[in-house]
T-cell receptor, first 114, second 110 residues
Framework: DGGITQSPKYLFRKEGQNVTLSCEQN?????MYWYRQDPGQGLRLIYY???????QKGDIAEGYSVSREKKESFPLTVTSAQKNPTAFYLC?????????????FGDGTRLSIL | RKEVEQDPGPFNVPEGATVAFNCTYS??????FFWYRQDCRKEPKLLMS???SGNEDGRFTAQLNRASQYISLLIRDSKLSDSATYLC???????????FGTGTSLTVIP
């Protein structure tokens, strides 16, 4: 089945450690997004990418980095500069060029500090 | 001003009730609108897109009011399984970015 796969489902980070969240899609979607969701809050955009080898910062990019070396993959690294990383991280994708379509989401990664 | 604003609720309604949620957006040039459902500790799932003429899917009706810049979701004959958080989402003019409301919490009570 086509879809978006995020891994791991749960992740724990130690102080000063960088961690990488995986997002893979086999929907042949062009654009991919990373969001962060905190309790009682909406989704906030971290980074997005519309094509391979290109990405743009969202509203809360500080302390995060991404790469888009392949169309199907958009990993997110939470660096040690992100002082409050505990949150639910969601990856989404969309096929552009077909009108305004809704986003499809992976099932998320929960990141906590040890 | 936030791009999208929703009443967070919570809405607690009895089974069989009709409940409506509104969501306002700030950019009059916004083009696409969606309602998502999010269960506790899960990812958002598309409930329905919102079209200019309004649209219905079973017990769910979505409407768009461009003049007043709001979208609405009406749920008729509420079921226990409708308990969730409902997110409204607005797509930017260019289609590149999506703006999310904070969600409205619904609990349907037996």
């Amino acid at each position: 089945d086509g879809g978006i796969t995020q891994s791991p489902k749960y992740l724990f980070r130690k102080e000063g450690q960088n961690v990488t969240l995986s997002c893979e899609q086999n929907l042949n979607h062009d654009a991919m997004y990373w969001y962060r969701q905190d309790p009682g809050q909406g989704l906030r955009l971290i980074y997005y990418s519309q094509i391979v080898n290109d990405f743009q910062k969202g509203d809360i990019a500080e302390g995060y980095s991404v790469s888009r070396e392949k169309k199907e993959s958009f990993p997110l690294t939470v660096t040690s500069a992100q002082k409050n990383p505990t949150a639910f991280y969601l990856c989404a994708s969309i096929h552009q060029g077909s009108g305004h379509q809704p986003q499809h989401f992976g099932d998320g990664t929960r990141l906590s500090i040890l | 001003r936030k791009e999208v604003e929703q009443d967070p609720g919570p809405f607690n309604v009895p089974e069989g009730a009709t409940v409506a949620f509104n969501c306002t957006y700030s950019n009059s040039a916004s083009q696409s609108f969606f309602w998502y459902r999010q269960d506790c500790r899960k990812e958002p799932k598309l409930l329905m897109s919102v079209y200019s003429s309004g649209n219905e899917d079973g017990r769910f009706t979505a409407q768009l009011n461009r003049a007043s810049q709001y979208i609405s979701l009406l749920i008729r004959d509420s079921k226990l399984s409708d308990s969730a958080t409902y997110l409204c989402v607005v797509n930017s003019l260019t289609g590149n970015q999506f703006y999310f409301g904070t969600g409205t919490s619904l609990t349907v009570i037996p």
